[in-house]
């Protein structure tokens, strides 16, 4: 009997498919469009975000002023963000916020705007524009929301894009000094420990100032040595007072002792 029964089943299903996809294809090719809204509506509460932006974007221009408008808009940013398309929902949620600033929703779309930013910022190894850029939009709404309830959120967020921006400079950094760049790893190395007090990449960063100067001393002419091998003292004993009991101290000590040997002859 079950047999029997399942081709039943299916063949209902399939019929109540076409069924639906043709009412819709109808609906699309209609000009009703305050059916075309609700149904719209309809799509985007059952959570079937693609069809519902098909209806909406067939139906923008004709509410465009009306009362409808900012309902509409709000659910169109939504629509592409449920579907993935962080770039574009990002511009309709700011748009939505230019469109409507007055609006209940105008707060939480300033948000999903920077968010949608920081949903597609690339990994660390990657070109960091997006990462900027969301770092800001968070920051300007901070700066609009100061007592918003997404502050915590937001400030979460930021702090994990400039980790990354973090992660990207230190990175950087190790590349020069594997590529035997001194200068440039000795430069980048700097600004990792300016623009990042509190990094985590703090200890390895000294360490590897003492070497990259040792290096750079190495590799010069003559009438710059002195000067590079005093610069590698110095960044061996800033090392050695923030870390005294760093497991690279040891190989840093080999830098130091070897550059001070070399000032004494």
Known sequence: MFR?????TLSAALIITISSCSKYQQLMKSNDYEQKY???VVYYNQGNYYKALQLFDAVLPFFRGTEKAEQLAYYYAYCHYYEGDNILASYYFDKFTKSFPNSKYAEECQ?????CKYLDS??????????????????LFLDMYPNSERTQECNELI???????????YEIARMYLKMSNYLAAIVTFNNLLKDYPDTDYREDALYSLTKAHYLYAVNSIMTKKKERYQDAVEAYDIFERAYPNSTLLKQADVYYRNAKKQLEN
């Open 122 to 139: 690339p990994r660390y190894s990657l070109d960091q524009t997006n990462t900027y850029e969301a770092i800001n939009d968070l920051q």
């Open 159 to 169: 702090e994990e894009l400039r980790h990354k921006l973090e992660r990207k400079e």
């Open 4 to 8: 029997k029964i399942l081709p039943a």
């Open 111 to 115: 948000f999903m705007s920077a968010k």
């Open 38 to 40: 609700e149904m719209g």
